[in-house]
């Protein structure tokens, strides 16, 4: 094969790989990888059974629904 025949080959490929690429991202956003990016990051730091560990989860969620609320209210009033 030449430099100009490889291109041929080459394309085909990068297309299949950023398709793919474009379909694992749409797939992460559709089963919800990136709703709660914090409480995982806490959940080392407690054991599963502590009481603590239970309530600093139910006390994150409702704080993280309310940033989205204040950020999506932000949003729509600079528009």
């Not at 914090?38 to 309310?66: C, M, T, W, Y």
């Not at 989205?68 to 949003?75: G, N, Y």
Request: charged share 25%.
């Amino acid at each position: 094969m030449n430099d100009v025949e490889i291109w041929y080959l080459m394309i085909p490929i990068a297309m299949v790989f950023v398709a793919i690429a474009i379909a694992v991202f749409f797939w992460s956003v559709k089963s919800d990888q990136f709703e709660d990016l914090d409480r995982h990051g806490s959940n080392i730091l407690f054991d599963d059974d502590e009481v603590a560990h239970q309530q600093a989860q139910r006390n994150v969620q409702p704080a993280q629904k309310q940033d989205s609320h204040k950020q999506q209210e932000q949003h729509d009033h600079s528009a």
